[in-house]
């Protein structure tokens, strides 16, 4: 059984409860202008190339069998199109110019790296969570590796769009102790805009997921022209209320399980964008003010929800 990781995290502690190693999937079915994971939009791994650290030692001229780099009067230049991201320059790059986003893994070796851990789990109430990129395109995967994690006794997390097919997203909750997920907008339209896709079926899932007994964080990542104003985090924290009523009428405890969480949005993924020649759309955006924040967590707060900001 293998996947396709571009990282691991370890002694993360914004992806769930206690201490935890993030294991991030490559593939996604969103496109989000802003997001904060480009090297991981796409299932294939991908060459990052940062010219700023390169010393132009002509290493990488000599093992690419591809012509994908070529040293111009001193100065390296890479030719995406050649390149087959194959890794050889990579291993060869002694300044660390080239960084190969997404490498083919085993659950028995991903599961290595994430028992090493295990004291620090145990300790802080802490875990494994998948995301990415989206970890359910990687459905058979994620699953075995989830179910190898639950078999070692350890709290699983998973982070999605929801922009999924609900029957991987229903096989992972066998699996998992814990949801979050994003809600972006509202509007479909508006959503389509900033994500390339549409939010029915988004919507659909949080529904499907709310009438189980899963705890779920839904999380809004407060973008600027997005989704930043008052009325806008209101709209997404009213159908979060609706979900803790969907949740209440089944059995459950809607207020204790489900929750909501404000993420600012910050501009630190931009050389990411540069590395990969990807268009940064959010490179003119700015990061909301602290105060802006709060006053987005008490309209949210104002639903009679559970909701927070980091």
Not at 239 to 250: S, Y
Not at 273 to 298: F, G, N, V
Request: overall charge negative; some cysteine; glycine content about 6%.
């Amino acid at each position: 059984m293998e996947g396709v990781i571009f990282s691991i995290q370890r002694f993360s502690i914004h992806d769930g409860p206690g201490i935890r190693t993030t294991v991030f999937l490559k593939g996604c079915s969103l496109h989000c202008f802003w997001c904060h994971n480009p090297e991981g939009i796409r299932p294939k791994p991908d060459l990052q190339f940062f010219p700023d650290r390169c010393i132009a030692c002509n290493e990488c001229v000599r093992v690419c069998q591809h012509g994908a780099s070529i040293l111009v009067d001193g100065v390296m230049v890479y030719d995406r199109e050649k390149c087959i991201a194959c890794g050889e320059c990579v291993d060869t790059c002694y300044s660390g110019a080239r960084v190969l986003a997404g490498k083919t893994m085993t659950v028995d070796a991903v599961m290595a790296e994430v028992l090493q851990d295990r004291a620090f789990y145990e300790t802080s109430k802490g875990g494994v969570t998948l995301s990415g990129g989206e970890p359910v395109l990687q459905a058979a995967f994620s699953y075995e590796l989830l179910r190898r994690c639950k078999a070692e006794g350890i709290h699983t997390a998973i982070e999605t769009c929801g922009n999924v097919r609900w029957e991987d997203e229903e096989r992972m909750l066998q699996v998992t102790d814990l949801i979050m997920m994003d809600i972006k907008h509202m509007d479909s339209a508006k959503h389509r805009w900033a994500t390339g896709a549409p939010n029915e079926r988004i919507l659909a899932a949080a529904r499907k997921f709310a009438a189980t007994d899963k705890p779920i964080i839904f999380r809004i990542p407060v973008i600027p022209t997005v989704n930043d104003t008052v009325e806008e985090v209101t709209a997404i924290a009213n159908f979060v209320h609706e979900l803790v009523a969907i949740r209440n009428a089944a059995g459950g405890d809607g207020e204790h399980t489900i929750s909501l969480e404000l993420l600012p949005f910050h501009r630190l993924a931009g050389d990411k964008y540069r590395s990969l020649d990807i268009d940064y759309r959010a490179r003119d955006l700015k990061t909301p003010t602290k105060e802006h924040m709060m006053m987005l967590t008490e309209a949210a707060q104002a639903c009679a929800i559970e909701a927070r900001s980091r």
